[in-house]
Every structure is written in structure tokens, then in C-alpha cells.
């Protein structure tokens, strides 16, 4: 079984900064690539960013130069540096990883989410 928990979430003043965190724990051989995703109210579930195991990284327009994606493959764990907040980045953030389990199976997780809420 595999588990992704995610931290870091909450309530900012627009300019402001927080990190999301995400670890990943349990019967994990590797993992490919991870990601962060946003939902807004009544909106789809978008891609924000995501990291290759080698490191390479992409980023959603609206977010390119203020946020940035990184990981820790030693603990598993993804990171989200989000700088200059608007509150258009009002959402739930969700956390996604690609891994290949203790049985070689290959599955998409996903985290709990964690709100982020951007507002004077």
C-alpha cells in the first residue's frame, strides 16, 4: 500500500509565500515522475507543475517564475516553493506521484489535498 500525505497549506496575503510538501511512504520500489494539481471551486483539477525522477521540470503558465517544483528522492517527498501569490491561487493542491510498487506495478497516487487560500 502505497500513501501520499501532503502538508504546508493555508491562509496568505497575496504577495505572499508557502511550501507544500508532499511524502510519499509505504511498499514503494520507485518513483517516476510527481506533481502538484489545483482545483478551484467548480473548476477541473489543472497541472501546476511536475518533476521527472532525473529532475526535469514543467510548469503551468500562470505559475511559471513564481513557483517551483522540487523533490527529495532520498525521502520521497516533493516540494512546491509557491512565491508571489495571487488569489487566483486560491485551491485545493493536490499531489500526484507515478510509482512502481514492491510488486513492480506501476500506479498513479494521489494526496488528500490541502487548501491554499490567498486573500487580504
Known amino acids: 500500500q502505497v500513501q501520499l500525505v501532503e502538508s504546508g497549506g493555508g491562509l496568505v496575503q497575496p504577495g505572499g509565500s508557502l511550501r507544500l510538501s508532499c511524502a510519499a511512504s509505504g511498499s514503494i520500489r520507485s518513483i517516476n515522475s510527481m506533481a502538484w494539481y489545483r482545483q478551484a471551486p467548480g473548476k477541473e483539477r489543472d497541472l501546476v507543475a511536475a518533476?521527472?525522477?532525473?529532475?526535469?521540470?514543467n510548469y503551468a503558465d500562470s505559475v511559471k517564475g513564481r513557483f517551483t517544483i522540487s523533490r527529495d528522492n532520498a525521502k520521497n517527498t516533493v516540494y512546491l516553493q509557491m512565491n508571489s501569490l495571487k488569489p487566483e491561487d486560491t485551491a485545493v493542491y493536490y499531489c500526484?506521484?507515478?510509482?512502481?510498487?514492491?510488486?513492480?506495478?506501476?500506479?498513479?497516487?494521489w494526496g488528500q489535498g490541502t487548501q491554499v487560500t490567498v486573500s487580504s
Open positions: 518533476i521527472t525522477s532525473g529532475g526535469s521540470t
Open positions: 500526484n506521484a507515478n510509482i512502481r510498487n514492491t510488486r513492480f506495478y506501476v500506479s498513479d497516487y
